[in-house]
């Protein structure tokens, strides 16, 4: 695949362009998406692999039990024989590895998810003006020494 994948950058928000970011989160969740279901393929592929080399293996141990040093041949002894065996066992570290850059990929997707509800989390605080600074009038105070007043003079009206 010829994608540069870079997830950290991906999944990062510049909240001082939140209309950017929003227009970028279907193409991000997309793209990510796209990378599971290539990897779900690869997974299936790879256990494909896996299976088929097994399978060789234990016919090739049936055909010359001897050649694998088993007098009496029984299931158990076949299978696993045939799973201590290096072509079988090189199988199943690519289909394993196949696994673990699935579930990769699928903690991705679910990032984006995440990202897609802080980026609507970040939009309904800018919204209520939670970025906003405060604005002082001219020639007022400090705003705390303004608060202390206030609750002062609701003290002294009960």
Known sequence: MSKEIDFAADVAIDEHNLWEELLRQPMLYQKWSKLLADANLNVSRKKLAHDIAKAEMEHNI???PQGYD????TETQVASMAIQ???VKKAKQRYNNA???RDVKMSAVAA?????SSLENLCFLHGQNYFSEPKL???SGNPKADQ???RASKR???
Do not use: A, C, F, T
Request: charged share 45%.
């Open 156 to 158: 002294s009206k009960k």
């Open 62 to 64: 049936r055909k010359d």
């Open 112 to 116: 984006m998810s995440q990202r897609k």
């Open 99 to 101: 696994m673990h850059d």
């Open 85 to 87: 065996q290096p072509s």
């Open 70 to 73: 088993i007098n009496k041949l």
């Open 137 to 139: 009038k001219p020639g």
């Open 148 to 150: 202390g007043r206030k």
